[in-house]
């Protein structure tokens, strides 16, 4: 940690997205104009076999850091060989300083067609066995946490990890401690900078200061400031795309609602990164 300049660290932004072009210019111009605003790290996790390489490349271009994993909303077209192929990609690239975790990975239990009762099991299995390869390879873990927690953790329980963070965290006071005492940061992203969402505001607030790191969730979640709500999309007004660029300013609202100062802030949250994603140290 030392060796370290104060930064802001993005622990989860997907760049790689298909709203950033098919050349990623939108997602290389903003990650330039991030930089100039101090964020020093981004984390781009995988979501599917198609992409390990695209994000382990992009993370190269940008000095930035990786996860290798297969998201929940894509087990439906995932294949049991998809897993034989991680574990190979986990591998060969695991001496890689870029490659910092397992994700992302976990169970989404609110889009409906995942929720059949195949689906949820389907799910359990990959999430189960994308556990199992994070401890084979020694790596934490970034879970996808959408009405989930509880189930997370029931199977966090049976196949401990490495802790990790609990991207978008958005449940109650009791699951969120629970996964701190698994060894887990939380993340906390767009969603806090809206007035309306009270729990998560206390959340924010009143967690202990190293439980959190900050994220965007690039280009979704964005903050209140760039949100258009669905009059005013009909009226003309385009939805804000989600960069890193938006970080800092999220960092101030966390800040300002915790009382402290932005700098406080950001030293905290970059230290709780690097707790989380520990390889983050080691980048070249």
């Not at 001496?95 to 949820?120: K, N």
């Not at 189960?128 to 994070?134: F, I, S």
């Amino acid at each position: 940690m030392a060796r370290y300049t104060a930064m802001w660290i993005d622990t989860h932004c997907h760049l790689d997205a298909p709203e950033f072009g098919a050349e990623h210019a939108l997602a290389l111009a903003a990650r330039a104009r991030a930089a100039a605003l101090d964020v020093g790290r981004c984390v781009i996790p995988a979501v599917e076999r198609t992409n390990f390489d695209t994000v382990r490349s992009l993370a190269h271009r940008l000095g930035d850091a990786y996860a290798l994993g297969i998201h929940p909303l894509y087990v439906p077209q995932a294949q049991d060989g998809d897993l034989d192929a991680l574990d190979a990609a986990l591998t060969q690239h695991g001496d890689d300083p870029h490659l910092v975790a397992v994700g992302e990975i976990g169970l989404d239990f609110f889009v409906p067609a995942l929720c059949t009762p195949a689906m949820r099991e389907r799910q359990v299995f990959f999430y189960r066995a994308q556990l199992r390869l994070a401890r084979k390879h020694g790596l934490p873990v970034i879970l996808h946490v959408r009405r989930s927690a509880d189930v997370l953790l029931k199977h966090l329980r049976e196949l401990p990890t490495s802790g990790g963070i609990a991207h978008a965290f958005n449940g109650s006071e009791q699951q969120a401690r629970a996964f701190l005492d698994r060894g887990f940061k939380l993340g906390f992203g767009g969603a806090v900078t809206f007035e309306a969402a009270s729990q998560l505001r206390r959340l924010a607030s009143g967690l202990p200061l190293d439980a959190l790191v900050l994220e965007t969730d690039s280009p979704d979640i964005p903050p209140q400031w760039l949100y258009a709500t669905a009059a005013e999309r009909a009226a003309g007004r385009a939805q804000g795309i989600n960069t890193p660029v938006e970080l800092p300013r999220i960092g101030a609202v966390v800040a300002g609602l915790r009382g402290i100062t932005v700098d406080a802030m950001q030293a905290a949250t970059q230290a709780n990164a690097i707790a989380a994603l520990p390889r983050l140290k080691d980048l070249p």
